[in-house]
């Protein structure tokens, strides 16, 4: 027989175990929460990957004096949730485009207010990855699931030509005087086999169709314009079934059709362009380097303890931006230097920072 006390016990246990529940199942407040930085303010967007199928990807905001909105969609638009896995992030006067490539969508936010405008859903199961401008509207974005790239209208979230065949697993992509360039990676050794794997496809802006194909970039990454030289950098990594080899960056110059510099370094991460005067910083597995003059110098060494997982230029204060995932599943942190590699200051953000622009 259970005594009084103990009965009492445990149905106080019950009903704070049932207001608990019942405290969960409540609707998410419509009511915006004070947050912790006025995101109108100048600073930078960090785009938080989180972990793939845990639906926890979050854009981090970062004012210049410090002050951090950690979940700018949460906090802006209560109840709404960025999706799984946000990979790429622009934003271009009042407007953020944030493509999230399992829920397969682009969302569309409000620079100023963080509030959601819209979203371009692809249906046919393609995963949208990385995106690019070709003006202040159109838009062109690659599917990594995929053999083929789109273009939009990205102020009204709309289709322009919904398919453009280019090669197995694009990934990066860039517009430059007239020209797309697609990185077809071929997901290292999986499609290594396949045709335009380990190239960069170009294609005209104008209508879509291929004008040339730089080959010999083995699981192809990124391409980055130097617009100050009209020049591109390509970064690509080495094939894991041939774990000596070293992945690289290249730089490319579309007037002369060739590669005008070479470094091969192991594990590229990214690189970012001072489109005023040139310069170009490389985060790899070692550190952040500078590129300049055709020499690259380590700048910034990584620490054993740190997992150094992208890269960011803000040229309106000539800083770096660098991401550390830290243990990939707890919250990553950017940490901000300057262009010799002293640290300034750090700050905590979501997990797996994986792309950072500046809020203009």
């Avoid at 149905?11 to 049932?18: D, R, T």
């Avoid at 819209?118 to 990385?130: G, M, Q, S, T």
């Avoid at 005209?204 to 080959?215: G, K, Q, R």
């Avoid at 942190?333 to 010799?340: L, S």
Wanted: proline content about 5%.
């Amino acid at each position: 027989m259970i005594h009084l006390p103990a009965r009492r016990l445990m149905l106080a246990v019950m009903l704070v175990g049932m207001l608990v529940f019942g405290y969960g199942c409540l609707p998410v407040p419509t009511e915006v929460r004070s947050p912790e930085a006025d995101i109108s303010a100048p600073g930078v967007f960090v785009l938080c990957e989180g972990l793939w199928r845990q639906d926890n990807s979050t854009l981090a905001f970062v004012g210049d004096d410090g002050a951090v909105v950690t979940d700018v969609v949460g906090t802006f638009n209560p109840g709404l949730r960025l999706g799984d896995t946000g990979t790429d992030l622009h934003v271009r006067g009042d407007s953020m485009w944030v493509v999230v490539s399992t829920s397969r969508s682009i969302e569309l936010f409000h620079r100023r207010t963080g509030r959601w405008l819209a979203r371009l859903r692809f249906d046919d199961l393609r995963e949208p990855y990385k995106m690019a401008f070709v003006n202040d509207s159109v838009a062109v974005c690659t599917f990594l699931n995929d053999n083929s790239i789109a273009e939009f209208n990205a102020r009204t979230m709309s289709w322009r030509v919904a398919r453009i065949d280019v090669g197995p697993a694009p990934e990066g992509i860039a517009v430059m005087n007239g020209l797309i360039y697609v990185a077809n990676s071929g997901l290292g050794d999986l499609r290594s086999g396949e045709p335009l794997a380990g190239t960069v496809l170009v294609l005209s802006a104008v209508d879509l169709l291929p004008v040339d194909t730089i080959v010999g970039l083995i699981n192809a990454m990124s391409v980055v314009p130097d617009p100050s030289t009209s020049t591109l950098w390509m970064t690509y990594r080495h094939l894991s079934s041939t774990p000596d080899s070293l992945g690289g960056v290249v730089r490319y110059d579309p007037r002369t059709k060739a590669i005008t510099e070479h470094h091969r370094l192991r594990s590229p991460k990214g690189l970012v362009v001072d489109d005023r005067t040139g310069s170009a910083w490389l985060l790899h597995a070692t550190g952040v380097d500078r590129l300049a003059g055709g020499e690259r110098t380590l700048i910034m060494p990584r620490a054993s303890s740190q997992n150094w997982y992208a890269l960011g230029f803000d040229a309106r204060t000539g800083l770096l931006i660098i991401a550390d995932a830290r243990s990939y599943v707890t919250p990553g942190q950017v940490i901000i230097a300057d262009t010799m590699g002293a640290v300034l200051r750090s700050h905590t953000v979501g997990i797996n920072p994986g792309r950072i622009v500046v809020g203009n």
